[in-house]
């Protein structure tokens, strides 16, 4: 019975060690395994087997990218100002056995290297330079890590400075010519505004002048047309007058030659046409020169009124 037991027990201990020995790697990591204290191979995802006692994981790497952030760091520039500058850098391992035994604590040897290289670069600068020049820091930083941890089995993707903090009195300086500028550009878009706010308005004034200007042509040349049809009216209806009263004297003249008018008939007509002229306005009267005298005149129009009074009785 003892014996039958221990058998069981050193069954079940060695399939649990078997089992323990199975091990599974996730995506985006490896395993960096050793064997007798050596680096034996680097597992990648799936299902591996560990030789009990033989093999050991020495690390577990990570593939994905990654992000550190490191404190400020003090930095001189080349006009001996003081700043801080803290930096983050994005860095993906590409070599799991040279990030395991290439260097010790790599993620503080990058932000020993990330220091120097950026007090060596910040250095060549000025102030001024160092504040708008961020993108070619970056980039020469980024050139920088690349090339040194490349031996690391570590690719460094970017470097980017978070922030530039200035001494305090450069601060200050630095915000009273902010508010300068800005008041500067205040100042120069109130008088860009007031200007063209002038040009609009003598532009719409000029405008309403050329208009005004314009309907008073229009007006002066509507009452010069209506002035000229009312004269051209006028004068065809003066003609037409004319027209009709020559027309009446026509056909009165006709008619009378048509009637065959008798000398005492001529003779009344005549005197008709003397009494109309002595009625005018005309300071001269004109007698006629075939009228020998006022009583030959005067016994004709008797003469004429008898005899048609003689045929109006009849």
């Excluded at 983050?88 to 391992?93: D, K, S």
């Excluded at 035994?101 to 932000?111: D, F, K, L, M, W």
């Excluded at 040009?199 to 002066?220: D, F, N, R, T």
Aim: net charge neutral; aromatic share 4%.
């Amino acid at each position: 019975m003892p014996a039958i037991l221990i058998i069981s027990v050193l069954f079940i201990a060695i399939l649990v060690l078997l089992i323990s020995c199975i091990k599974i790697v996730p995506q985006s990591m490896v395993f960096v395994v050793e064997r007798l204290g050596s680096y034996y191979q680097t597992w990648e995802n799936g299902l591996h087997f560990k030789v009990p006692f033989l093999d050991h994981i020495a690390k577990k790497v990570s593939l994905k990218e990654q992000v550190v952030d490191f404190k400020p760091q003090p930095v001189i520039t080349r006009d001996n100002v003081t700043m801080q500058i803290d930096s983050v850098v994005f860095y993906q391992i590409t070599d799991a056995k040279l990030f395991t035994y290439g260097v010790e604590r790599p993620i503080s040897a990058i932000e020993n290297l990330t220091a120097t290289t950026l007090r060596n670069i910040i250095g060549e600068l000025e102030l001024d330079h160092t504040l708008t020049s961020r993108d070619v820091i970056n980039t020469k930083i980024t050139t920088t890590l690349d090339t040194a941890t490349d031996k690391w089995g570590i690719k460094v993707n970017r470097v980017e400075l978070k922030n530039i903090l200035p001494p305090a009195e450069i601060q200050d300086a630095m915000e009273k010519q902010m508010k300068a500028e800005r008041q500067r550009r205040e100042s120069i878009l109130r008088a860009e505004g007031q200007k063209r706010s002038q040009v609009l308005i003598a532009e719409g004034e000029k405008e309403a002048a050329i208009l005004k200007a314009e309907a008073e042509k229009q007006s002066a040349i509507l009452k010069a047309d209506a002035v000229r049809e009312a004269k051209i009216r006028e004068a065809d209806g003066e003609a037409t007058a004319i027209l009709k009263v020559q027309q009446a004297y026509a056909d009165s003249l006709k008619m009378l030659n048509e009637a065959a008018p008798t000398d005492k008939v001529l003779t009344l007509k005549s005197f008709e046409a003397l009494a109309k002229v002595a009625d005018g306005q005309s300071t001269k009267l004109i007698i006629p020169s075939d009228m020998q005298s006022l009583a030959g005149l005067a016994a004709s129009v008797k003469e004429i009124v008898t005899d048609k009074k003689t045929e109006e009785t009849k």
